[in-house]
C-alpha cells in the first residue's frame, strides 16, 4: 500500500519537475530570441524573466525531496565513520532526522499559511497571484518530510534506485542455480 501510494507521490514529483523545467527552459529560450534577435529588442513577454525566476523554487524544492530519496546531499559520513564508534553513529542519525523532520513539518505548516495569506496578491508583471510559487515550499517540504520519514522508519530510503537495483541483484542471484554463478 505505501509502496503505490509512494509510487504515485513519486510520479507527480518527476512530472512537476520535468514540466516546470521545459517551460522554465522554453520561456528563457524564447525571451533570449526576443531579446536578440527581434526589431529594436522587442520583448513580447516581459513577465518572462519574472516567472522564470520564480519558477525556479519549484524545481529546487521538488529537486531537493528527490535528492533525499536518492541519498545525493552531503552528508558527514565520512567524518563520523572516522571519529564516531557505529553504534552511536546510528542514535547520531536518527536524532539529525527527527530534528529536519521537525523542521520540516513547521515550514510545512506555515509555508502553507503564508501562500494562504498571499492569495490576494499579484505579480508586478502580470494578474497572477504569488501564492502559486509560495506554495513551492510547503509542497516542497511536505515531500522532503515523506522521505525523510520513510529514512527514519526504514534506515535508508526503501524506494531509492539504489535499493531496488540491491533488491533486484538479490532476486536474480537467488533464481540462478550454484552452476550459474560461478559464471557470473
Not at 525566476?53 to 535528492?67: D, E, T
Not at 508583471?125 to 509560495?134: E, G, H, L, Q, V
Request: proline share 2%; net charge positive.
Amino acid at each position: 500500500m505505501i509502496k503505490k501510494i509512494y509510487g504515485v507521490l513519486d510520479k507527480i514529483r518527476s512530472t512537476g519537475i520535468i514540466s516546470v523545467f521545459s517551460f522554465m527552459l522554453i520561456l528563457s529560450l524564447l525571451q533570449i530570441f526576443l531579446r536578440y534577435f527581434s526589431f529594436m529588442g522587442f520583448r513580447l513577454f516581459a513577465w518572462g524573466d519574472e516567472i522564470v525566476r520564480l519558477s525556479s523554487i519549484w524545481v529546487v524544492f521538488l529537486a531537493a525531496s528527490l535528492g533525499v530519496k536518492e541519498g545525493a546531499h552531503l552528508s558527514v559520513a565520512f567524518f563520523l565513520e572516522k571519529y564516531v564508534p557505529k553504534n552511536i553513529i546510528v542514535i547520531i542519525q536518527k536524532v539529525a532526522n527527527v530534528i529536519v523532520i521537525a523542521s520540516l513539518a513547521y515550514l510545512t505548516y506555515y509555508g502553507s499559511k503564508y501562500a494562504i495569506n498571499a492569495i490576494g496578491k499579484s505579480l508586478q508583471n502580470i494578474t497572477m497571484s504569488i501564492a502559486w510559487f509560495y506554495a513551492a515550499i510547503p509542497v516542497g517540504c511536505f515531500y522532503l518530510l515523506i522521505d525523510y520519514l520513510l529514512i527514519l522508519i526504514y534506515g535508508e530510503h526503501p524506494f531509492s534506485r539504489k535499493k531496488l537495483k540491491a533488491n533486484e541483484e538479490i532476486e536474480i542471484s537467488e533464481e540462478t542455480t550454484p552452476t550459474e554463478n560461478k559464471k557470473i
